[in-house]
């Protein structure tokens, strides 16, 4: 037989795997001390690099707009892949402690607003990718889950992604994003709290009650350390390797508009004394569907020539947080007035965000 | 050996599907690898996250793209299983 054998070999390695961990996890723990110290020691040097390939080796005038072009993306680029891969090393470690299971169990039979604020924490730590929403909706809903509650789970879950946050904190700075996680943790909270109170459980697909399910907890407290460390390097390995090219041609394309177009440009008609800037923004941006990475550098570029934040903010975050897919999968468990109301209450949330900031700054 | 893939069309479910069609050629197992693509059929897995790997109606994987050494592992863990019941 074939399998025994595989069975038994499968067996001695992982007794052998048993006795070797605690040197192993001392060579883990140098290697990525040196991992970060290499990692620091590459991004502080990056600017100066930069500089030095264009203005030297490719003999660029600092003054022209192809050099301007050439320096922001040979800068920006590489800055922001290595932050991405950072972060999301970082998250994958924070999110290996929480499951969907576990995140369920925390959250069923919560009232109304205490469940809405945890949801929408809940949402950002918790891992679960777009294709996901429906089970995760069936599942939620019927175990206890109020609809609200979930509701700020989805809302957060895929606004406040740590793309979209690294490309924010890479491009604009910290206090930008600062501000755009606690105004999307404000519109998560909010709209789910708003589409609870309206009492719409009679707006679920029907077959969604048929559904027998029990709450079973999923445990993954048994990790080991090496073993978050892996998660953490798939998780890097997997989204790193989806949004490379969305980071590369977006700060390409930001790159053009840093170099060539004219600055205040935009101020006319993206500009905060433009009143209707932002509902347009986010009409434009709920069809688009594209990750963070690739809509945040050219946002950027945008802002630099006279777009106004609150506006450009509204664009952004309409994008990322309703996709035209995700409402596709998630008519399958919401009837058209429940999906209407998810995505009114979450455009006008972004809309008065938009609005906030234009008058703030 | 049943095996069931769980998912509703998505990269990541189309990724696990693949890897394990190559598990079970590799190991030169008799087994039948499905697609379930229907929702309410899935949902009847009590799983909250896609993909899910479903082995002898046991779901052994969801929410994740298993590694091929994993998948490897959850099948032979499975003969194994197998082996036992038939033996008593």
Not at chain 1, 231 to 256: C, D, F, H, Q
Not at chain 1, 269 to 279: I, S
Not at chain 2, 51 to 80: C, M, R, Y
Request: aromatic residues 10%; charged residues 15%; hydrophobic residues 50%.
């Amino acid at each position: 037989m074939v399998d025994k054998n595989i069975i038994s070999e499968a067996a001695a390695a992982s007794v052998a795997a048993e006795t070797r961990v605690p040197k192993q996890r001392r060579n883990l723990y140098i290697i990525l001390g040196s991992c970060l110290a290499l990692w620091g020691l590459v991004y502080y040097w990056l600017k100066p690099a930069a500089d030095f390939l264009t203005y030297d080796v490719f003999n660029l005038s600092a003054s022209s707009h192809l050099g301007s072009s050439v320096a922001f993306f040979l800068y920006d680029a590489p800055k922001v892949i290595l932050l991405l891969v950072l972060i999301i090393f970082g998250v994958g470690i924070v999110r290996s402690f929480f499951t969907p299971e576990r995140t369920r169990q925390m959250l069923a039979g919560k009232r109304q607003f205490v469940g809405n604020i945890m949801a929408a924490g809940l949402g950002i730590v918790t891992p679960f990718c777009s294709c996901s929403a429906c089970p995760l909706f069936i599942g939620f809903v019927e175990t206890g889950v109020p609809l609200g509650v979930t509701f700020s789970f989805l809302i957060a879950s895929p606004m406040i992604n740590e793309v979209a946050v690294v490309l924010l904190y890479g491009m604009f700075g910290w206090k930008i994003a600062l501000m755009y996680i606690v105004t999307g943790l404000v519109i998560a909270i909010t709209a789910g709290w708003v589409i609870g109170k309206f009492k719409l459980e009679r707006f679920i697909e029907g077959w969604v009650h048929d559904v027998n399910l029990s709450p079973s907890g999923g445990e993954n407290s048994g990790m080991k350390f090496e073993d978050r460390v892996n998660y953490g390097l798939n998780a890097v390995r997997e989204i790193v390797g989806k949004v490379w090219p969305y980071v590369l041609a977006g700060i390409a394309v930001g790159a053009v508009i840093h170099g060539y177009v004219p600055d205040g440009l935009l101020a006319s008609f993206m500009g905060k004394d433009a009143w209707w800037g932002v509902p347009a923004a986010v009409l434009i941006g709920v069809p688009i569907y594209s990750n963070a990475a690739g809509v945040i550098p050219i946002v950027q570029a945008l802002m630099e020539k006279g777009a106004a934040l609150g506006t450009v903010l509204a664009f952004m975050m309409s994008v990322v947080a309703i996709s035209l897919p995700e409402m596709i999968i998630l008519r399958r468990v919401l009837k058209w007035q429940l999906l209407g109301v998810f995505i009114g209450v979450v455009a006008l949330g972004i809309i008065i965000v938009g609005y906030l900031f234009n008058a703030l700054l | 050996m049943n095996i069931k893939i769980l998912g509703t069309g998505c990269a990541r479910c189309g990724q696990l599907e693949k890897t394990t069609r190559e598990v079970v050629k590799e190991l030169g197992i008799d087994a039948k690898v499905e697609e379930v693509n229907d929702m309410r059929q899935i949902m009847t897995y009590n799983i909250l996250t896609t993909p899910g790997l479903v082995i002898n109606e046991q779901v052994v994987s969801s929410g994740k793209v298993p590694s091929k050494a994993e998948v490897t592992q959850l099948i032979v863990n499975s003969l194994a299983k197998e082996e036992r019941t038939k033996a008593i």
